[in-house]
């Protein structure tokens, strides 16, 4: 926000968004509550709902809630087969989610071996690693 513009963030829309994320997503027909629901509703821009994130503690609190209620749903629903599983994935990685992939560096001509490195100092006899 640039020094001297008054924020448009009112108590009536913060109490607005507090109804959004207590279920009023639903009456929007949403199935999961999101910031661009919630953008939507209040018929204001992404970019002033993340700003005014940093204005007010209480708007930071609802935005918090809504995301957690997001991956809450996500995580049952998905689980229990009722979303889109790729699509479930997806969003998960927006809350920190992710798969992952273990891979072996050796190749297939045995060309890429693990190391052996000793430590100076220490023999192979004298090591303790039996």
């Known amino acids: 926000m640039s020094p001297g513009r ?10 607005a968004a507090a109804e959004y994320a207590g ?5 929007h027909n949403e199935v999961i509550p999101s910031v661009e629901g919630l953008a939507s509703c209040l018929r204001f821009s992404r970019a002033s709902i993340y700003n005014w994130k940093e204005q007010s503690p209480e708007f ?11 991956a809450k ?13 790729t699509i479930t994935k997806l969003m998960l990685t927006k809350h ?7 891979q072996d560096v050796t190749s297939s ?3 890429l071996r693990p190391t052996h ?12 690693t039996d």
Do not use: H, R
Not at 73 to 85: A, I, P, R, V, Y
Not at 117 to 128: H, N, R, W
């Open 60 to 70: 930071l609190d609802i935005l918090e809630d809504i995301l957690a209620k997001q």
């Open 73 to 85: 749903t996500l995580m049952n629903s998905g689980l229990m087969g009722d979303f889109n599983s």
């Open 109 to 111: 001509d045995d060309s």
């Open 6 to 15: 008054p924020s448009k963030l009112t108590d009536e829309m913060i109490a």
């Open 96 to 102: 920190g989610y992710s798969d992952k992939i273990e």
């Open 23 to 27: 279920g009023g997503y639903m009456e």
């Open 117 to 128: 490195i000793i430590l100076e100092g220490v023999s192979p006899e004298t090591s303790d």
